[in-house]
Every structure is written in structure tokens, then in C-alpha cells.
């Protein structure tokens, strides 16, 4: 089976890993921050933290923007579940925008009729969740200039997008956002097993999202209340978590950054033949917006469904049974029993319903070879032409 994602791990990165398990310290030690700062470098970010999982940076990222009970989060239907249930770990109501035909993100023009509404109704929100698809950005200067005329805060879920540009900014730069979160999890582009990151300029949420990865408890003596009892002496000053991630999984991170722009390099290159190879398949490609460097986490393509004697579900079921391991990102999440239980129903988000019923994600990881390519092309021009 040809995977629709692959990690590469290679000697470099097992002996970065030994070398932790042969040291002092297997948490909290020296790599956590080695990797931070190579994040900082990367992205051009004032601060980074690295956490257990992209899950664990959202939930931060939320609970320092003090989202709560009573508020409301917006996101788009079409991501992984995580970018939603932060907003529900904290208490608040989430909500979601359509996407936009052409990118498959969040929509600006139907995030400003949505805004309009709801100022009307008192229900705008706190927090908006931009999730770059496929590692392709969001129109982030729209939403932006939104979120100061609305006064809500922007959390990018750049769990596809590390490596990826938008206009002449790095993601992660968080120029258009107040933080910005990655996943290093092995199917993304790079990883370290399990593993996420939350990203700012903010000092003032910096200092939050530290507290909430570890316990909200700290040894910084201008954080405490009153003055220390002595060395030993911390102090919990909020209700946090342990998200923190291992010396094992840094270490790891610290190895695969190295070669990030090199693994996106290679996807471009990818999905460049993947559009010319297939330009004449009754499919429709990726687009690109302008003025963006897609991290190219996916490849999706949308079957034209009048073209073909198929349904959707064969065309999928056929390239899994010759050896194609394609997968679909994603069911729209309102459509989740979990969320139709909050009272979202099937018809709410049509655009992303429409793309739900004929996208397919191909195989795309940077190690994919020619042979491999030119195998999935062949097959699914087989299936789709018979
Ligand atoms: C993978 C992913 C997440 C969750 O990442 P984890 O590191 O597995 O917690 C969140 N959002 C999006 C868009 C993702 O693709």
C-alpha cells in the first residue's frame, strides 16, 4: 500500500533520540528549549512552546486568550476535530464558518455575514480558529482586518502548514494572528511521534501558555504572589495541565527541523507533476492562491462526479483495494454525532457538506518516489475511466 502519509526517520534522528536516553534527563531538560529556539529562529516568532500534542497547544492557546464559559469560538467544519474541541474544553460555544469554494479554508466574505449577524444578536466571538488546509494559508489579511473591526482574537492551526509562506511572511511569524500552533504528529510534515507547538508574540500570553503547559505553576519570582519561602519555594498561580513534551520527542523535533524546508521542497516538486500528470482527469486540482507557499501537508483532489459512471464511495473503495492508501480530510465536523448532539444538523455548511460528498486525499510525503507517483496517477486513471 502506497500510504497517504509517511514520516522519514533516518540514523541522524535515532541517535539524536539515544543520546537523550543515555543522558541526565528525559524531561525538562536541555532539548525542549533547543527545539523551541530552533522554532523561534524558524518562524521569526517571539516565543515558542512545545507541548504533547497540537490538541494540547489549542487548548493553551485558548485558555491564555480567556476563552471561557458564555463565549464562542469559530472555526471551519472542514479540519480535524481538534480545532473545535479546544473551544469545548474551555467551557465555551463553538460555531463555524463555510469555506470558500476555491481553497477549501474559511471563508472571509461568509465570516463577515456571519459577523454582521451576530453582533446584532450579542453572540460574536472570542476566539476564531484559521485552519490552513492542505498547508495551504488562509486569506489571513481579511480575516485579520475582521478580527480588528469585530475585536476577536486568531489562533492559526498550522497543523498542515510549517514551511508554508503567506505573502512574505513565514507561518508561525503569527503577523496576522495572536498565535499560531503546530503538529508534530508522524503523518504531518515534520515530527516528533507525538508533539505540538503554540507560537506568539504576545509576552503577555507567552507567560500564560507556559503556566497552562505545566500546572500553571512556576519559580519565576515575579510571577508569585508575595515573597518565596525559600529555594525550594514555587507556586501555583493557575489551573494547568501537563502537556509538556519529552527531552525524547525534542530531540527528535530538534533533528527533523533541520531538514523541514528540504521535506516541503520536495512535496512542491510532487504535487507539480501530480498536476501535470493528471491534467486531463475528470477531477478537479488544488488551487493555489496567489502570493502563497503551501506547506503541502495534503493533496486533494474533488471528483467531477457527472464525468464519471462511479460514485464517490467506489472511487475511494477502488484506489484502497489496488494498493493506494488515500484517506479524506475531512467530515465536516458539525456533522459529527458529538456536534449534531449541540444541535448542528446535515445542510448548516453546504460548501464544505459539497466537498465532502467528492474529495479524496492522495498520497503525498516527501520520501513518495516517481514510481510511486506515476502508480497512483495510472491507477486512478484506470478506476475513474472505467
Ligand atoms: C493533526 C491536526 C490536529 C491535532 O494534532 P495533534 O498533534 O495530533 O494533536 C489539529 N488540527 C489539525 C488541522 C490537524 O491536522
Redesign the pocket.
Known amino acids: 500500500m502506497i500510504p497517504y502519509g509517511k514520516q522519514e526517520i533516518t540514523q541522524k534522528d535515532i541517535d539524536a533520540v539515544v543520546e537523550v536516553l543515555k543522558s541526565d534527563f528525559l524531561t525538562q531538560g536541555p532539548q525542549v528549549p533547543a527545539f523551541e529556539k530552533l522554532l523561534m529562529d524558524f518562524t521569526s516568532a517571539q516565543y515558542a512552546f512545545a507541548v504533547n500534542?497540537?490538541?494540547?497547544?489549542?487548548h493553551i492557546a485558548c485558555l491564555s486568550l480567556g476563552l471561557g464559559k458564555g463565549d464562542y469560538l469559530w472555526t471551519t467544519p472542514i479540519?480535524?476535530?481538534?480545532?473545535a474541541n479546544c473551544g469545548l474544553y474551555c467551557g465555551a460555544n463553538i460555531d463555524f464558518v463555510d469555506i470558500d469554494d476555491k481553497t477549501y479554508n474559511l471563508c472571509p466574505i461568509k465570516l463577515k455575514e456571519k459577523l454582521i449577524i451576530a453582533e446584532k444578536q450579542g453572540k460574536l466571538p472570542k476566539v476564531l480558529v484559521a485552519?490552513?488546509?492542505c498547508g495551504q494559508p488562509c486569506d489571513m489579511k481579511a480575516i485579520h482586518a475582521l478580527a480588528l473591526e469585530y475585536d476577536f482574537k486568531i489562533i492559526e492551526?498550522a497543523?498542515?502548514a510549517i514551511g508554508g509562506k503567506y505573502l512574505n511572511s513565514i507561518i508561525g511569524a503569527c503577523k496576522y494572528s495572536d498565535i499560531t500552533?503546530f503538529?508534530?504528529?508522524p503523518?504531518?510534515i515534520i515530527t516528533t511521534a507525538?508533539?505540538?507547538a503554540a507560537l506568539t508574540n504576545d509576552k503577555t500570553l507567552a507567560t500564560k501558555m507556559n503556566l497552562f503547559r505545566s500546572h500553571g505553576v512556576t519559580r519565576d519570582p515575579e510571577l508569585m504572589i508575595g515573597e518565596s519561602d525559600g529555594g525550594w519555594y514555587y507556586q501555583q498561580v493557575e489551573l494547568g495541565y501537563n502537556y509538556r513534551m519529552t527531552e525524547l520527542q525534542a530531540a527528535l523535533g530538534v533533528s527533523q527541523i533541520k531538514r523541514l524546508s528540504e521535506f516541503v521542497a520536495a512535496r512542491h516538486i510532487l504535487a507539480h507533476r501530480y498536476n501535470e500528470l493528471m491534467l486531463d482527469l475528470p477531477i478537479r486540482l488544488p488551487y493555489q492562491l496567489p502570493d502563497t507557499y503551501s506547506g503541502l501537508?495534503l493533496f486533494v483532489i474533488r471528483l467531477d462526479l457527472d464525468k464519471i459512471t462511479k460514485t464517490h464511495q467506489q472511487v475511494f473503495n477502488e484506489l484502497r483495494e489496488n494498493g493506494i492508501g488515500v484517506n479524506l480530510?475531512?467530515i465536516p465536523v458539525h456533522t459529527q454525532p458529538y456536534y449534531r448532539n449541540l444541535g448542528f444538523k446535515f445542510g448548516d455548511f453546504p460548501v464544505a457538506e459539497c466537498y465532502y460528498q467528492n474529495a479524496i486525499s492522495l498520497p503525498m510525503f516527501h520520501l513518495m518516489s516517481k514510481t510511486q507517483q506515476d502508480e497512483v496517477v495510472s491507477v486512478l486513471t484506470k478506476i475513474l475511466q472505467g
Open positions: 500534542s497540537a490538541t494540547s497547544a489549542l479540519t480535524f476535530v481538534a480545532s485552519v490552513h488546509l492551526d497543523s498542515h500552533v503538529s508534530f504528529h503523518v504531518k507525538e508533539g505540538g501537508h480530510h475531512y
